[in-house]
């Protein structure tokens, strides 16, 4: 489902079969209401063929897989020339990282006025801005449950431990959230002032 090697989800495309698409490119992310286990996410995506289609996506691989703390998928490492486990390369560093108080992913809650650490199963809306360099993203915080918009960089949603050192917030409480249409959300996103905030811990 998740490729480490290009920072990508699988997913099914119905003109393309089976297209590889990055965090970014996801548009909306919604839980499916039951009690699997792990937890299962609509998510609707923009294609490479143009559309928007609609795959589900387990917590697990939205979460975790990123960090490669979950996919065992045989690698050559170019160090040893051995075929290893990804999970073991990936998953030590990102273990590492988190212990020293890296974050993998975060985002600036507006409420509480503070940058926070976040997963990307927090995220609920994303819109590229127009020229595409950019991400409006939604993000539900998970200490106040609060939605907040940030403007960050497609490498701060795709890749993990890449954190923008500013980011766009805008100041107020997006109310919709799961209830929001994309355009709705687009509407309000670009129509939206924003304020430059930094992330980092210091
Ligand atoms: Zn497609
Ligand atoms: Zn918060």
């Given at each position: 489902m998740y490729d480490a090697l290009t920072a990508s989800y699988r997913l099914s495309c119905?003109?393309?079969?089976?297209?590889?698409?990055?965090?970014?490119?996801?548009r909306r992310l919604e839980q499916l209401p039951g009690a699997q286990h792990p937890s299962v996410f609509r998510v609707e995506f923009d294609c490479g063929c143009g559309g928007e289609h609609a795959g589900l996506?387990?917590?697990?691989?939205?979460?975790?897989?990123?960090?490669?703390?979950?996919?065992?998928?045989?690698?050559?490492?170019?160090?040893?020339s051995r075929v290893e486990a990804m999970s073991t390369e990936f998953g030590?560093?990102?273990?590492?990282?988190?212990?020293?108080?890296?974050w993998p992913w975060s985002f600036f809650c507006w409420p509480e006025e503070r940058p926070r650490p976040v997963y990307p199963?927090?995220?609920?809306?994303?819109?590229?801005?127009?020229?595409?360099?950019?991400?409006?993203?939604?993000?539900?915080?998970?200490?106040?449950?609060?939605?907040?918009?940030?403007?960050?960089?497609?490498?701060?949603?795709d890749v993990p431990f890449v954190n923008d050192r500013e980011v766009g917030v805008v100041e107020h409480v997006f109310?919709?959230?799961?209830?929001?249409?994309?355009?709705?959300?687009?509407?309000?996103?670009?129509?939206?002032?924003?304020?430059?905030?930094?992330?980092?811990?210091?």
């Open positions: 119905p003109v393309h079969g089976e297209t590889r698409v990055r965090l970014s490119r996801f996506v387990s917590h697990d691989d939205l979460d975790w897989a990123p960090l490669g703390l979950q996919d065992d998928t045989p690698f050559v490492n170019l160090m040893t030590d560093v990102a273990a590492a990282r988190i212990k020293a108080g890296e199963s927090a995220f609920r809306l994303l819109a590229p801005s127009e020229r595409g360099e950019r991400v409006g993203v939604a993000v539900r915080c998970p200490v106040c449950g609060k939605v907040s918009l940030n403007l960050v960089s497609r490498e701060h949603v109310e919709h959230d799961a209830q929001a249409t994309l355009e709705e959300f687009r509407s309000e996103l670009w129509s939206s002032l924003f304020d430059a905030r930094r992330l980092g811990l210091e």
